[in-house]
C-alpha cells in the first residue's frame, strides 16, 4: 500500500470520525435555549439528548453490523448523508415531539465512528495498526469534547437552528470527500444481516468479560452525561449572563483533562484494565463531591470537567482494551455490544440529570453522578 495514500486517508478518517461523533452532542449547551423556544421544562428539554443517545444505540445495534458484511466506503458515505438530512429535520423541528423524533434519527445515522475504526484497520499494515487506531480514536475524543464548545459558540451567535443547519452543510462535504478520497473496501465476510444480528446475541451468551465492561462502561457514561445534560441549567441558574457561550467553554477545559487518553492506553497494557477502571471512575465520584461542594465557583466547575473527562476517557480506554484482546475477528461485533450499552447508560444518565434537577437541583444531580461512577467502581471491583 502507498504510504502516503495510506497517510492521507488515516487523517480524513479521523476527522470524519471527530466531526461526525460530534453531531451526538450539540444538542446538551442548547437545552435551556430550545426549552425557553419551546416553552417546555428542563426535565422535558433533556429527554432531547436521551433521544439522541437512544438513537445511537439502536443505530449500533442495527447498522454497524453491516460493515462486516457490505462495501465500507459505501455504507460510510451513505451514513454521512443520512446524519446531513436528520440535522436539517432537527433545525426544522417546531414542537418538542418532532424535535425528539427527529433527534433519535440522527443518533441512529451517526455510527460512522464506528464503522471508522475498522476502516482504519483494514487499510494499515499489521505493524502500524495500533498507530493508526489510536490516531482516529483521537478525532472521536476531540469531536466529543469540542462538540458541546463549537455548538455553544455557534447557538451564542447565530442562534441554535442555524447551527444545526451549519453543521449538516459540513456533513454534506464531508460525504463527497469520504466518496471520493477513501479506496473502496471489500466485506471480508459473507453473512447475512439475520446472521450478523444473531451473532450480536452469541457473544452477550458466551463473553461474560464483555457483559462486565458493558456494564462498568454504562455507569460511566451515564455518570458523564449526567453532568453534561445538566451543565447548561445549572450556570443559567447561577447568572442569566452565562449563556451557551459559557457551556462551550467548558467543551475547551475538558479537553485538558481528555489529554490523559494515551497515557491511559500505555497503562492499560502495564497495571490491567481492573485498576484502571477503578482509579477512572474514582476519579469521577471525587470530581462530582468536589463540585457538589463548590458548585457556585466557575474555577471549581472548571476542575471537576478536567477530573471528570480524564477519569471518564480512562475508564473507557480500559474497557475497550479488555474488549478487544477477546477475539480479533469479532472484534466490529464485540464493539457494537459494548458501545450500545455504553450509550444505553448515557440515555438514562440523561433522563436522570432531567429528573435529578427538576427535584433536587444541583447536590442531586452531584449526588447521582457520584453514584452512577461508584457503581462502576464496584463492577469493575468485584471478581
Known amino acids: 500500500m502507498n504510504r502516503s495514500v495510506s497517510t492521507r486517508c488515516i487523517l480524513l478518517l479521523a476527522f470524519a470520525a471527530g466531526a461526525t461523533v460530534a453531531n451526538l452532542y450539540y444538542s446538551q449547551p442548547l437545552l435551556a435555549e430550545i426549552a425557553s423556544e419551546l416553552g417546555v421544562s428542563a426535565g422535558a428539554a433533556s429527554a432531547i439528548s436521551t433521544a439522541t443517545q437512544l438513537g445511537y444505540a439502536a443505530g449500533l445495534l442495527f447498522l454497524v453490523p453491516l460493515g462486516d458484511a457490505v462495501e465500507r466506503r459505501r455504507l460510510l458515505v451513505t451514513t454521512t448523508g443520512a446524519i446531513t438530512i436528520a440535522l436539517l429535520l432537527v433545525a426544522v423541528s417546531h414542537s418538542l415531539t418532532a424535535l425528539l423524533a427527529s433527534s433519535a434519527i440522527l443518533g441512529c445515522a451517526t455510527i460512522v465512528p464506528q464503522l471508522v475504526v475498522p476502516f482504519a484497520a ?45 453543521a449538516a452543510g459540513a456533513m454534506a462535504v464531508l460525504a463527497l470527500l469520504l466518496r471520493f478520497q477513501l479506496p473502496l473496501a471489500p466485506p471480508e465476510v459473507d453473512l447475512r444481516y439475520g446472521e450478523l444480528l444473531r451473532s450480536l446475541g452469541s457473544l452477550i451468551r458466551t463473553q461474560p468479560l464483555l457483559r462486565r465492561h458493558a456494564l462498568i462502561g454504562a455507569c460511566g457514561f451515564a455518570a458523564f452525561s449526567i453532568f453534561w445534560t445538566s451543565l447548561a441549567f445549572h450556570l443559567q441558574k447561577l447568572s442569566p449572563a452565562y449563556g451557551t457561550k459559557t457551556v462551550g467553554a467548558f467543551g475547551i477545559v475538558g479537553v485538558t483533562g481528555a489529554l490523559i487518553a494515551p497515557l491511559a492506553g500505555r497503562l492499560s497494557d502495564r497495571l490491567g484494565s481492573r485498576t484502571l477502571n477503578r482509579a477512572g471512575l474514582v476519579l ?19 476542575i471537576g470537567v478536567v477530573f471528570l473527562d480524564a477519569g ?68 469493575a471491583s468485584v471478581k
Open 122 to 166: 483494514h487499510l494499515a499494515s499489521a505493524e502500524d495498526r495500533g498507530r493508526v487506531i489510536g490516531i482516529v480514536m483521537s478525532g472521536v475524543l476531540i469531536g466529543v469534547i469540542l462538540s458541546r464548545s463549537v455548538s455553544g459558540f455557534l447557538a451564542g451567535t447565530i442562534g441554535w437552528r442555524t447551527t444545526y443547519v451549519a
Open 312 to 379: 471518564e476517557q480512562t475508564s473507557h480506554i480500559a474497557n475497550q482494551a479488555r474488549i478487544f484482546s477477546l477475539d480479533a475477528a469479532l472484534r466490529n461485533r464485540l464493539n457494537a455490544v459494548y458501545m450500545v450499552a455504553f450509550f444505553i447508560g448515557g440515555a438514562l444518565g440523561s433522563i436522570i440529570a432531567g429528573l435529578a434537577w427538576q427535584h433536587g437541583g444541583w447536590l442531586a444531580v452531584c449526588a447521582a453522578g457520584a453514584a452512577a461512577s461508584i457503581a462502576g467502581a464496584v463492577a
Open 284 to 302: 469521577m465520584a471525587l470530581a462530582f463531591a468536589l463540585m457538589a461542594g463548590g458548585g457556585a465557583s466557575l474555577v471549581v466547575l472548571a
